[in-house]
C-alpha cells in the first residue's frame, strides 16, 4: 500500500472536515444533487465523512429538460447507495410552458425559473437551514469569491459584497431565522482535481462525460443549453490528460452564462447555486 | 513560453500564494498579467476583456481578468477575494488576490489566512504606505511567514536603482521588527510584464535575482505538524451502526492505535482501539491533516470540543489567557459585552477583561492612553475571560489550538494568537482511575438553597502583604450578608491537614495542590472559600485555577500587592527578621522568589489603600459575581 500523503488526500480531507461542521449544525441539512460529476464527487465524500452512511437527504431539482441518461443514471445510484431523494421541480411554469426556447423567455430567466425558483421553493417547503452545493472556485469569477459557508437572505439572496470572513476552518454557523446557508466543500478543488478524484477512487459518473462518436460532455445541464465539446478521451486518465492542456473553459459549453457580461453574477446574486 | 510546459507533476499540492499590499499598488494587475504569461487563460478570455473595457472607452486592464463582479469593474477595485490557478515548470500554484482597501480588510484576512506564502506588493512611486505595513503585521499573526516583497510599477520611477534600494532599505527594517525575513525583494512592472517570467535585462541592468517566477519556485511547500504535540479535535460522535465512531481531525501530531489518549476539559482516559476510514487503505495511525474516526477501548465521556492529546503532552486548560488579537467588527471589542470564543471546535462564552496594549500596525507602538475596547481594524493585547475551562496551546507551541475566532452577535469580528500561558504536568497533580461518583443533589440545588453561588477567592501576595487581614474583613462582610463564608488559611490547614509537609519546593507544591483541592470541594459544596497563602509560584495558582474550574466553579486570582520594603517593616509575625538572621531558609521574597500574577482578575494595593478600600474593592467585583440573578455569571 502507497500511503503518501497526496494533494488529494488534503482536498478530500478539508472536505470531509467540512460536511462533518455542517452536519453537527444544520438539523434540517440537505444536499443538491445535480447528478454531474461535482455531486458524484459529494455524495462519495458525504460516505467517508459518515463511514459509508449518507445521513442526509439529497435534492435533485429537475428542470424536465435534463438528458434522460442523466435521470437513469440518478434514480439507479439513489436504490444502490440508499439516497433519500427528494426531487423539486417548478410545476407551475413548465405547464404554462415558460420555458426557452419556446416560451419566449431567455436562457438566464428559464434557469432562474426551473432551478433557481425550484430549489427555493423546495427549501421553503422542507425547511431546510443549509444546503451543500458542490461548486469550485476555479469554475468561474463569482464562484471563485465564494465561502465554504455562504449565507443567504430571506430572498434567497446573496450579498457578495458584504462576505463573511473565514479563518482558521472557522465559519458563519449562527443566523437569523428565514436566512439559510449555502455549504461549498468543493470549492477549493479545480476540474483537474475532481477527476483524479474520480480515478483513484473509482467513483460512478454518468457516461455522458465520456467520449462517443468524437464528443463528449464537459459540464452537463439542460439539453437545450448544455453542448458536447470535441474530445477523444473515452477513459477518466485521458480526460485528466485532455485538461492538462486544454484552454477552453469549463462553462463555455453552457449557454446561459454567454448571454451578458455579469449575466452569471446576476443569476448568482438572486439565488442561484 | 519555454518554462512553462504542461503540469510535469500532478501529484504536487498547489502552492496557495496571497498577494497583498496597498491599495491600487497593482495586485490584481499583477495577477492578471501572470495568467496571461503564463498561458493559464481560458480561450476568449483575454479577447472579452478586451471587448468589456472598448465598451467603456478604457485601455486594457488585466485586474478585470479577476474582478469579476460588476461593481469590482465599475470601482476598478477589488472588493472580495478571489482565486486563481496557474502553473509554472516545476509546481501548480493557487493565487488568492485580497483587496488592499482597508474597508475590506476581512475579505484579505480570510484570503490570506488560507496561504502557503505571501507576495506583498508596493508601488515604486509611492513606495512604503499604510497597508503596506498593516498587511504584513497581519501576515505575521496569521501565521504566513514565507514572504517575496515585489517592487512594482518601476517604470513609473524610471527603473532608478536608488528608489529601489530606499524602499527595500525601509520595507526591511519593518519586517524585521515583526520577525518577517523576507525571501527575496523583485523589481517589476506588472503592466507590461517586465521581470515577471523573462528575465529584464534590457530594462533593469543593476538587478541581477531571480524573475518573480523563479522566486516562486524557489518557496518550499508547508510542512505537515505530523511530529508536534497530539492534538485530536472531537467534531462529533456517530451512532450509525453497531459502532461509536469519536469523529474528529487531528490537528498537530500523529495519533496511533494502542495510545491512551487524555480528552480535556475533562481529562478522562482511554485507548484507542482503532482508527477508522471509509473505503482507503487500513492504517493504524492518523497524522496532522486527517479528518478520521476513532473507537475508543473504555466507554468514557466524549464530546464536541474536547481535544485528546498524549499524558506526556497536554495542552492548556485555563478560563483566562492573554492573546494577541486583530478586530474586524462594524462594532469595537468592549469589556462589559458577552461573546461567543471559537477555538478549534470548543465553543464558549467570553468576555473582554482588559486591553492591555493597543498596537499601532504602521509604526508598532503602542497606542497610549487607558483603552476598554478594540476599534475595527485595530490589533492588542487583550486578557480575555472565558465562562468555563478552554483547552488551549500558547501559538508558537501549537499553531492550531494557540488560535481563536470571536464572534459578536453572529458575525466573526476578530482573530487572537495565545502567548504566555502556562503548561501544567498533569501527571503530577491527578491521580488516575479515580471516577466521580456524582449524587443526585448537585451544585445547582445547593447554591439555589444558599441564594448564591459557590466561588473560589485566591488571594496571593508576600508575606506581610496584609492576605490574612483582608481574608478576615471580607469574611466577616460576606458573613454579616448571610452568605456562607468560610477562610483556609496557614493556621487552619498546616496544623492539620498538612502538619505533614514542610517548605522545601516539593512540599509547597504539595501544599498548595490540597489547599486546591479542598477548596474546590467545599466551593462545590455551595461555599464561598477565600484562601490566603503566599502561594508565589505562578505554575501553582495556574493548577489551582484548574482543578477549581473543572467543578465549574469560579476562580478569582486576587493579587494582594504591597512592595517587599513595605511588607518587611509591617512584619507581623516577625518572619522577615528571622530569614535576614539566616533563622528561616527559603522564605519568599528573600531568599526565594515572588512570582506577580500576570493577569490576576482583581489587584488591591495595601501600601496605597486602607483596609477598608481595599475590601470595598473586593465587595464591588465579588458581589455581582455571587449573586444568582445576574445571567452572565452564571456557571
Known amino acids: 500500500m502507497d500511503f503518501r500523503y497526496t494533494h488529494l488526500d488534503a482536498l478530500e480531507n478539508q472536505s470531509i472536515y467540512i460536511l462533518r461542521e455542517a452536519y453537527r449544525k444544520f438539523k434540517r441539512l440537505a444536499m443538491l444533487w445535480s447528478v454531474g460529476k461535482d455531486s458524484s464527487v ?80 423546495i427549501i421553503e417547503e422542507k425547511d431546510y437551514q443549509a444546503v451543500i452545493v458542490g461548486i469550485r472556485r476555479d469554475e468561474e469569477g463569482t464562484r471563485a469569491k465564494e465561502r465554504y459557508f455562504s449565507p443567504r437572505d430571506k430572498n434567497f439572496e446573496w450579498n457578495f459584497k458584504d462576505q463573511p470572513p473565514e479563518l482558521w476552518d472557522q465559519f458563519k454557523t449562527d443566523f437569523d431565522a428565514g436566512t439559510h446557508i449555502r455549504v461549498h466543500p468543493l470549492l477549493h478543488w479545480t476540474e483537474v482535481n475532481v477527476w483524479e478524484y474520480i480515478g483513484r477512487e473509482n467513483i460512478p459518473v454518468v457516461d455522458l462525460y465520456f467520449s462517443k462518436d468524437g464528443m463528449r460532455y464537459r459540464s452537463l445541464g439542460c439539453a437545450p443549453c448544455t453542448k458536447p465539446v470535441q474530445s477523444r478521451a473515452r477513459t477518466v486518465a485521458e480526460i485528466i490528460e485532455e485538461l492538462r492542456d486544454t484552454k477552453i473553459a469549463e462553462r463555455s459549453t453552457r449557454a446561459q452564462d454567454q448571454e451578458a457580461e455579469d449575466a452569471f453574477e446576476r443569476l448568482r446574486a438572486s439565488g442561484y447555486m | 513560453m519555454s518554462t512553462l510546459e504542461s503540469q510535469p507533476n500532478s501529484s504536487a499540492h498547489a502552492l496557495r500564494i496571497v498577494i497583498v499590499g496597498h491599495v491600487d499598488h497593482g495586485k490584481s494587475t499583477l495577477v492578471g498579467r501572470l495568467l496571461h504569461d503564463t498561458g493559464s487563460l481560458p480561450d476568449g478570455k483575454f479577447e472579452q476583456i478586451q471587448a468589456v473595457c472598448r465598451r467603456r472607452g478604457m485601455p486594457f486592464e488585466w485586474a478585470f481578468l479577476l474582478d469579476a463582479l460588476q461593481a469590482e469593474r465599475d470601482q476598478n477595485i477589488t472588493i472580495d477575494v478571489s482565486q486563481i490557478w496557474f502553473r509554472s515548470a516545476t509546481r501548480s500554484y493557487v493565487i488568492i488576490d485580497a483587496p488592499g482597501h482597508k474597508e475590506f480588510l476581512k475579505n484579505m484576512v480570510t484570503g490570506a489566512a488560507s496561504a502557503d506564502a505571501a507576495l506583498l506588493l508596493i508601488a515604486a512611486n509611492e513606495g512604503v504606505q499604510e497597508q503596506s505595513k498593516r498587511h504584513a503585521y497581519l501576515l505575521s499573526m496569521l501565521g504566513v511567514s514565507q514572504v517575496i516583497v515585489l517592487i512594482n510599477k518601476m517604470d513609473l520611477v524610471d527603473y532608478s536603482k536608488s528608489v529601489y534600494y530606499r524602499i527595500e532599505a525601509d520595507y526591511r527594517d519593518f519586517l524585521a521588527k515583526l520577525g518577517i525575513q523576507p525571501l527575496r525583494f523583485v523589481p517589476i512592472t506588472a503592466r507590461d510584464g517586465v521581470n515577471l517570467i523573462a528575465p529584464p535585462n534590457d530594462v533593469v541592468k543593476w538587478y541581477s535575482g531571480p524573475t518573480l517566477l523563479r522566486a516562486l519556485d524557489e518557496l518550499t511547500p508547508p510542512a505537515p505538524e505530523a511530529e508536534g504535540p497530539l492534538r485530536f479535535a472531537v467534531q462529533d460522535v456517530y451512532r450509525f451502526d453497531e459502532r461509536r465512531i469519536v469523529a474528529g481531525r487531528i490537528e498537530s501530531g500523529t495519533i496511533r492505535v494502542g495510545d491512551d489518549i487524555v480528552f480535556s476539559p475533562n481529562n478522562k482516559t482511554s485507548r484507542v482501539a482503532s482508527i477508522e476510514r471509509w473505503n482507503a487503505p487500513i492504517k493504524d495511525s492518523a497524522s496532522a491533516g486527517e479528518s478520521i474516526g476513532i473507537i475508543l477501548a473504555e466507554q468514557i465521556f466524549v464530546e464536541r470540543g474536547h481535544i485528546g492529546s498524549l499524558e506526556t503532552q497536554t495542552p492548556i486548560e485555563t478560563n483566562r489567557f492573554r492573546a494577541r488579537l486583530f478586530w474586524m467588527g462594524t462594532r469595537p471589542l468592549s469589556t462589559g459585552r458577552r461573546y461567543k470564543l471559537k477555538l478549534l471546535t470548543q465553543e464558549i462564552e467570553c468576555q473582554l477583561v482588559s486591553v492591555d496594549r493597543v498596537i499601532d500596525a504602521t509604526s508598532l507602538d503602542t497606542v497610549s492612553g487607558l483603552r476598554l475596547s478594540v476599534a475595527r481594524n485595530e490589533v492588542a ?255
Open chain 2, 381 to 635: 493585547e487583550v486578557t480575555i475571560q472565558a465562562r468555563s475551562s478552554l483547552v488551549m496551546d500558547n501559538h508558537d507551541k501549537v499553531a492550531a489550538s494557540g488560535r481563536f475566532v470571536i464572534v459578536d452577535d453572529q458575525n466573526v469580528a476578530g482573530g487572537g494568537i495565545i502567548f504566555g500561558g502556562t503548561y501544567v504536568n498533569r501527571g503530577r497533580i491527578r491521580s488516575t482511575n479515580i471516577f466521580w461518583s456524582e449524587g443526585t443533589i448537585d451544585h445547582r440545588i445547593r447554591v439555589e438553597r444558599n441564594g448564591h453561588r459557590g466561588m473560589v477567592v485566591w488571594l496571593t501576595g508576600l508575606s506581610g502583604s496584609g492576605k490574612s487581614t483582608l481574608a478576615r474583613a471580607l469574611e466577616t462582610n460576606l458573613f454579616n450578608r448571610h452568605m456562607q463564608v468560610y477562610v483556609l488559611d496557614g493556621d487552619n490547614i498546616r496544623h492539620g491537614l498538612n502538619s505533614n509537609l514542610g517548605f522545601s519546593a516539593e512540599d509547597r507544591v504539595e501544599n498548595i495542590r490540597r489547599v486546591a483541592e479542598v477548596a474546590k470541594l467545599m466551593a462545590d459544596s455551595g461555599l464561598i472559600v477565600i484562601t490566603s497563602f503566599i502561594s508565589p509560584y505562578r505554575l501553582d495558582r495556574a493548577r489551582a485555577r484548574e482543578v477549581i474550574l473543572s467543578a465549574s466553579v469560579e476562580f478569582i486570582e486576587a493579587y494582594v500587592a504591597a512592595p517587599l520594603q513595605v511588607c518587611e517593616l509591617r512584619d507581623p509575625k516577625r518572619l522577615y527578621k528571622r530569614a535576614r538572621a539566616g533563622e528561616i531558609k527559603n522564605f519568599t521574597g528573600i531568599d526565594d522568589p515572588y512570582e506577580v500574577p500576570e493577569n490576576p482578575e482583581i489587584t488591591v494595593h495595601t501600601d496605597r489603600e486602607s483596609v477598608k478600600e481595599s475590601v470595598e474593592r473586593l465587595l464591588d467585583f465579588l458581589i455581582p459575581r455571587l449573586q444568582l440573578d445576574v445571567a452572565e455569571y452564571e456557571i
Open chain 1, 42 to 121: 459529494m455524495l462519495w465524500l458525504l460516505r467517508k465523512a459518515f463511514f459509508g452512511h449518507i445521513p442526509i437527504p439529497c435534492v435533485h431539482v429537475d428542470t424536465s429538460y435534463k438528458i434522460p441518461e442523466m435521470i437513469a443514471f440518478r434514480d439507479r445510484l439513489a436504490k444502490e447507495w440508499g439516497i433519500n431523494l427528494i426531487v423539486g421541480q417548478n410545476r407551475a411554469v413548465l405547464d404554462r410552458g415558460e420555458t426557452f426556447p419556446n416560451g419566449r423567455i431567455t436562457r438566464v430567466e428559464c434557469c432562474s425559473f426551473l432551478k433557481k425558483d425550484a430549489l427555493q421553493a
